[in-house]
């Protein structure tokens, strides 16, 4: 996609939407929509747009747009018009089939893993615009010795769970 007008850092690019696509159909649904991605949104399911039609962004190890919330893409800087809209997978998805990147930035990685994720939200540069999915992953819930599961009950108290 191409910006068509100049964007502004933190605009909104896209929201997402569609249907939820286990990821054992997710290479299948991808042949069925023409390599459509959709965005991971936990460990064994995919937010895909329902047509062909759906936004679409290449990726680049250099990316101008990233996430604000699990559907929410934005400008991670400004962006002029005539630009491509380009994001980072590393910044969405962990179960990703590697393959060979020609974005052709700096510091290109060469390869795009399902690992990546693990140093492209870490890095300070585009951390802040990692999926929370990701972010979970990266940094799981701990609980404290002896008190078991907790949950952060509406209002903010922290409570144990009643068994």
Known sequence: MIATAPIARHEVVA????????????SEYRRMVGGIRGVQV?????????EKEGGRFNHSCCPNIGFRGSIVVVAMRDI???EELVIDYGLSESGIDAF???CGA???RKIITKTDWL???SDS???E???PYLRRKRSPPTTSPGRGFADIQPGGRLCANNR
């Open 106 to 108: 700096r510091a290109c």
């Open 42 to 50: 936990d460990d064994g399911y995919f937010l895909c747009p329902t």
């Open 129 to 131: 615009y990692c999926s």
């Open 119 to 121: 140093t492209v939200c």
């Open 80 to 82: 002029v018009a005539g």
């Open 125 to 127: 540069t585009t951390s």
């Open 15 to 26: 929201v997402h939407g569609g249907i939820i696509v286990p990821s054992e159909d997710i």
């Open 100 to 102: 060979k990147c020609r």
